[in-house]
């Protein structure tokens, strides 16, 4: 991911907080003057993060829009009862393979495996990816929480794992993830068994759709478990590859990011702009 990409992302968290300041939708040059930026230079950041005008991308940052998203592209999500141990999914045009972590395993804290780390470059701001030889076990996005945190909250869920920065060794998958490159990316997760089944329901929520925690209650066969799944939600290891972002409040509120809303809005836009809603 090029080194601009920290830019990129930071001028888009900069102009989410202009238009949350704005009592109405800001002109090009406006928010560009805001900005302390050339309306063409401005113009030309959108274009190269999400391919929209900054106007059409107001649409996208607004916070009625999240209410458009569960209105027009709400997923409903099969029920599954059972929860098993692998599986496969699409997240845009990337295809996922995934595993999960023996319950031994789990409850050793990973004692005995080894946990590469590295940080890279994200549409989303800096980002922090974990991994051993059978997937990425997490990612976190620090452009709100600050890169310690990141790194300490991660650390938390394998207290007992052997921790190696290497970030050559992730890189192929990274750079999938985010957008370089097309294949595929192995994930390892790491967690109780209903927590593995909401991840797993969250990956059959079709890119550029949403859906609501009470409809994920269902979908995991705990109806009335909503806090519970919302809890699931929240501990989701690997951000963005299992898309937590895309679980909204039913009155069409965004709800908590476990990173920060910021980045969770970006997202939900950046995904809005590629499939054209």
Aim: aromatic share 10%; hydrophobic share 40%; charged share 20%.
């Amino acid at each position: 991911m090029e080194q601009s990409d920290r830019y990129h992302y930071h001028v888009i968290a900069r102009a989410i907080e202009l238009i949350n300041e704005a009592p109405e939708p800001m002109s090009l040059d406006r928010l560009s003057d805001a900005m302390k930026m050339s309306p063409a230079h401005f113009q030309r950041i959108f274009s190269q993060w999400v391919g929209v005008s900054p106007k059409r991308y107001q649409q996208y940052l607004a916070l009625g829009h999240a209410r458009t998203l569960l209105k027009e592209r709400f997923s409903t999500l099969e029920t599954s009862a059972s929860v098993g141990l692998s599986g496969s999914g699409r997240l845009h045009d990337l295809f996922i393979r995934w595993e999960a972590m023996s319950p031994g395993d789990y409850a050793r804290g990973a004692e005995g495996l080894t946990i590469r780390w590295g940080w890279f470059e994200s549409p989303f701001g800096p980002a922090l990816v974990m991994g051993t030889d059978r997937g990425i076990c997490g990612i976190a996005f620090a452009a709100e929480t600050g890169p310690e945190p990141a790194m300490a909250d991660l650390v938390a869920r394998w207290p007992d794992a052997t921790y190696v920065e290497d970030p050559t060794a992730l890189r192929a998958w990274a750079e999938t993830a985010f957008g370089i490159g097309a294949g595929e990316v192995p994930i390892l997760l790491s967690g109780r068994p209903l927590q593995i089944k909401v991840w797993e329901a969250l990956l059959r929520i079709p890119s550029g759709h949403v859906t609501t925690y009470s409809e994920l209650a269902h979908a995991v066969g705990n109806p009335k478990a909503v806090r519970a799944v919302g809890t699931a939600v929240g501990r989701n290891p690997v951000s963005f590859l299992i898309p937590c972002h895309r679980v909204l409040r039913k009155s069409g509120e965004l709800g908590e990011y476990h990173w920060g809303a910021p980045v969770k809005r970006a997202i939900l836009a950046w995904e809005s702009a590629r499939t054209g809603l």
